[in-house]
């Protein structure tokens, strides 16, 4: 296997699987990443004297071309070659001879790596922001189309106080919004520029690493070449509290939904085409979307403390358990991106019952509204709190079924228009533009 590294000694095979794992695969997916590097990188060389300006001209114009090959399915890792840059190199080597080879200038597989994880996860971020943004418009847009429709509201999984499928809805849209601040700052920590730490510790090169976080629209430098190698690590903890939080809002809705689809609520319902039967009962409507779903964002809740056992005893520096990271956040993107799309094709599905507070086991809801009527009528709130009580252990309580929430965020006000200029205004604090202009510019 040809390794950029490698002098005279060959590595025992047994050592090379062990140690490579599955980062070849994983590669793959930072490949055009990989590309958009080297053309900022070989930019940056010419601008300081170390490639000559017919050189750049050769490397660009094929690094281009590869990223085409990648952006087509057209572009393998060989068997024979360690990994992505090694074989982005060979390639080059191979069409345009010894310019090829100078590309590595100034740089290590260290920052190398660094550069291309954070654009990888940089986009990962905005996918996962895209996916989010559907659902949190669909949940509010269900909000506003069922506000007036009633469900009971529970505490202690006892029957409470009336609640609405417009609270119920918004109340996801609203806990969206909150996910979205920890997005933001996990993009934030991401979209700096590790770009000419090296091996973590610069270069006696003059390189200009201003220019290469113009070139690839970062909107600054990880500023301490030690501390780039040390954000390795922290970067990905940082993103893994962010889809957690994604993944427990999905949860928490997804137990809902399973258990409002249950015969004994029967809130919701969905097409039988978007749930399963079972082998032997023939009645059953099984939300098994919801239930895997669950249980995939069950176990993304646990990926910070993963991403923190296998980073937080480690001193300053490289260590090669990291690339280990990968195996955990790339899945994780996968899996939660997944689960926004499910959940969104769900809910463009959904019917919601009318008529849920009509069964007479929901009386008791509608104990502390009374309460207060008494109370807007002069009567001191422990007197008035007695006497519905009363009314209750007599079996003769008959309360109006009407409700009058009217304070910010209850059932009459939902207050989904601010909830949604919130949502909005964190998504203008991404400023993806900017990103798309820089590297439209760096493959042009």
Same mark, same amino acid.
């Given at each position: 296997? +040809? /390794?950029?590294?490698? =002098?005279?000694?060959?590595?025992?095979?047994?050592?090379?699987? #062990?140690?490579?794992?599955?980062?070849?695969?994983?590669?793959?997916?930072?490949?055009?990443?990989?590309?958009?590097?080297?053309? +900022?990188?070989?930019?940056?060389?010419?601008?300081?004297?170390?490639?000559?300006?017919?050189?750049?001209?050769?490397?660009? @114009?094929?690094?281009?071309?590869?990223?085409?090959?990648?952006?087509?399915?057209? $572009?393998?890792?060989?068997?024979?070659?360690?990994?992505?840059?090694?074989?982005?190199?060979?390639?080059?080597?191979?069409?345009?001879?010894?310019? &090829?080879?100078?590309?590595?200038?100034?740089?290590?597989?260290?920052?190398?790596v660094l550069v291309d994880l954070k654009l990888f996860f940089r986009h990962q971020l905005r996918e996962v922001v895209t996916e989010t943004e559907k659902l949190f418009h669909l949940l509010i847009e269900l909000s506003e189309k069922h506000k007036d429709v009633l469900l009971p509201g529970y505490t202690h999984l006892?029957?409470?106080?009336?609640?609405?499928?417009?609270?119920?809805?918004?109340?996801?849209?609203?806990?969206?919004?909150?996910?979205?601040?920890?997005?933001?700052?996990?993009? /934030?920590?991401?979209?700096?520029?590790?770009?000419?730490?090296?091996?973590?510790?610069?270069?006696?090169?003059?390189?200009?690493?201003?220019?290469?976080?113009?070139?690839?629209?970062?909107?600054?430098?990880?500023?301490?070449?030690?501390?780039?190698?040390?954000?390795?690590? @922290?970067?990905?903890?940082?993103?893994?509290?962010?889809?957690? +939080?994604?993944?427990?809002?999905?949860?928490?809705?997804?137990?809902?939904?399973?258990?409002?689809?249950?015969?004994?609520?029967?809130?919701?319902?969905?097409?039988?085409?978007?749930?399963?039967?079972?082998?032997?009962?023939?009645?059953? =409507?099984?939300?098994?979307?919801?239930?895997?779903?669950?249980?995939?964002?069950?176990?993304?809740?646990?990926?910070?403390?993963?991403?923190?056992?296998?980073?937080?005893?480690?001193?300053?520096?490289?260590?090669?358990?990291?690339?280990?990271?990968?195996?955990?956040?790339?899945?994780?993107?996968?899996?939660?991106?997944?689960?926004?799309?499910?959940?969104? $094709?769900?809910?463009?599905?959904?019917?919601?019952?009318?008529?849920?507070?009509?069964?007479?086991?929901?009386?008791?809801?509608?104990?502390?509204?009374?309460?207060?009527?008494?109370?807007?009528?002069?009567?001191?709130?422990?007197?008035?709190? @007695?006497?519905?009580?009363? +009314?209750?252990?007599?079996?003769? #309580?008959?309360?109006?079924?009407?409700?009058?929430?009217?304070?910010?965020?209850?059932?009459?006000?939902?207050?989904?228009?601010?909830?949604?200029?919130? #949502?909005? @205004?964190?998504? &203008?604090?991404?400023? #993806?533009?900017?990103?798309?202009?820089?590297?439209?510019?760096?493959?042009?």
């Amino acid at each position: 296997m +040809a /390794k950029i590294w490698q =002098k005279s000694v060959t590595v025992n095979e047994l050592v090379e699987n #062990f140690t490579v794992g599955k980062d070849r695969e994983f590669d793959l997916e930072m490949a055009a990443f990989d590309v958009l590097g080297s053309l +900022a990188h070989t930019q940056m060389l010419e601008s300081i004297g170390l490639m000559s300006a017919e050189d750049l001209k050769s490397v660009q @114009k094929e690094l281009k071309n590869i990223y085409k090959d990648i952006q087509d399915d057209n $572009f393998i890792i060989q068997p024979e070659v360690e990994d992505v840059h090694s074989q982005v190199e060979l390639l080059l080597t191979q069409r345009i001879g010894d310019a &090829g080879k100078k590309i590595h200038s100034g740089r290590s597989r260290n920052d190398q790596v660094l550069v291309d994880l954070k654009l990888f996860f940089r986009h990962q971020l905005r996918e996962v922001v895209t996916e989010t943004e559907k659902l949190f418009h669909l949940l509010i847009e269900l909000s506003e189309k069922h506000k007036d429709v009633l469900l009971p509201g529970y505490t202690h999984l006892q029957v409470a106080m009336p609640s609405s499928f417009g609270l119920w809805f918004g109340a996801y849209a609203e806990s969206l919004a909150d996910d979205l601040e920890l997005v933001l700052a996990a993009y /934030k920590i991401t979209n700096k520029n590790p770009l000419g730490s090296a091996a973590g510790y610069g270069s006696s090169f003059p390189l200009n690493r201003i220019l290469t976080t113009k070139l690839l629209g970062f909107d600054s430098l990880n500023y301490n070449v030690v501390y780039a190698q040390m954000g390795r690590g @922290k970067t990905e903890r940082i993103i893994a509290q962010a889809l957690s +939080a994604i993944a427990a809002t999905l949860a928490k809705m997804a137990m809902d939904q399973a258990m409002y689809l249950s015969q004994n609520f029967a809130f919701i319902s969905y097409p039988d085409t978007l749930t399963t039967g079972s082998s032997i009962m023939p009645h059953k =409507k099984n939300p098994d979307v919801w239930e895997i779903m669950r249980g995939k964002c069950n176990r993304l809740q646990a990926l910070p403390t993963d991403v923190a056992m296998m980073t937080t005893n480690l001193p300053s520096g490289y260590h090669r358990e990291l690339q280990l990271l990968k195996e955990l956040l790339f899945p994780a993107f996968t899996d939660i991106k997944e689960c926004l799309h499910m959940a969104t $094709f769900m809910l463009q599905n959904i019917t919601v019952n009318t008529d849920i507070l009509n069964d007479p086991k929901y009386a008791y809801l509608f104990s502390v509204d009374e309460v207060n009527r008494m109370v807007l009528k002069g009567m001191p709130f422990r007197d008035a709190y @007695k006497q519905v009580g009363l +009314a209750i252990e007599q079996g003769h #309580f008959n309360p109006e079924r009407q409700v009058n929430h009217t304070h910010e965020g209850s059932i009459g006000n939902l207050m989904n228009a601010e909830i949604t200029a919130t #949502f909005n @205004k964190l998504l &203008g604090n991404f400023d #993806f533009e900017k990103t798309d202009q820089a590297i439209s510019q760096l493959i042009s």
